[in-house]
């Protein structure tokens, strides 16, 4: 029977097969794949060390020997979806436009995978596939003269903000799929609720806003703008010019072929 470790112990340091012996029967990606393809299909919540053995045909107890904890399954599992990263040989040249171009990715790869998410801090980051992401992101800011922590901390707050808007709109899509009936009635009565609430005149203000921002939110193009505003308020810190052209910003297009959408949508980056 398989024991936990009694140290800490990371599972990247961990020997995928013994010196000696017969050869696993399975990889590390293999039971990565595994989990993967459960919680794509069940949530987070469905991936447990049974559900991954009955999966991959094996007994329960022989999986601990592959990946000791829960916690390293969970690694593996960011670790594969962070190999779904498209990284060029290298930068372009214009860090703006690569950062958004990071983002764009990873926000697409989270909507493939809905639970990733969830794993962004609990999982410690530290992969083969999520320091390949950390070095070329870090290099995509070579020209910059700001120190590599500010660079980091640039790099943890775009990927914070892939993050947070990524959960707010799987949450508002899971709202919508559990409502007793279509959205669109929940969403007639709210506005109409909302339109007798503006029209008291207690909230001009807000009255104002509606009236400048009619019609459907572009999700796209309002996760570009907040984006393009981070990036805009580490330009001064960091110093420097994006590439030969300056400032590029985000290139304003409000959709990219990597997210492919708000159902097709980092990043397990770091």
């Known amino acids: 029977m398989a024991r936990r470790p009694a140290e ?13 012996g017969p050869r696993p029967a399975y990889t590390r990606a293999d039971i990565a794949a595994a989990a993967v393809r459960i919680a794509d299909e069940g949530g987070l ?16 107890m022989s999986l601990y020997n592959y990946v000791p904890r829960k916690e390293d399954l969970h690694e593996l599992m960011v670790d594969l979806v962070g190999g779904e990263y498209a990284l060029p040989d290298k930068p ?10 990071l983002a764009r990715q990873a926000r697409a790869m989270m909507h493939r995978h809905p639970w990733v998410p969830r794993l962004m801090s ?9 320091l390949a992401y950390l070095e070329y992101a ?25 993050t947070a808007y990524v959960a707010n709109e799987l949450a508002t899509a899971e709202r919508d799929r559990s409502l007793p009936w279509p959205p669109e009635r929940e969403h007639a009565v709210r506005s109409a609720y909302l339109g007798r609430a503006l029209a008291s005149g207690r909230y001009p203000r807000l009255a104002a806003s509606l009236v ?32 030969p052209g300056g400032s590029e910003g985000t290139g304003g297009s409000g959709r990219s072929e990597a997210t492919g959408g708000s159902d097709g949508s980092g990043g397990a980056g770091g």
């Open 92 to 101: 372009s040249g214009h860090w703006r436009a690569d950062l958004t171009d």
């Open 212 to 243: 400048e921002n009619e019609g459907p939110i572009d999700l796209d193009g309002a996760f570009d703008r907040a984006l393009e505003r981070l990036l805009n308020s580490f330009e001064k810190t960091l110093g420097g010019t994006d590439g």
């Open 122 to 130: 609990p999982v410690y980051g530290f992969s083969p596939n999520a």
């Open 45 to 60: 919540d469905a991936v447990t060390m049974r559900h991954v053995a009955a999966e991959l045909g094996c007994a329960t």
């Open 8 to 20: 800490p112990e990371v599972i990247w340091d961990r020997p995928q097969r013994a010196a000696r």
């Open 138 to 162: 870090l290099s995509c800011l070579d020209g910059l003269e700001g120190t590599y922590g500010a660079k980091l901390e640039l790099l943890a707050m775009v990927n914070g903000l892939v």
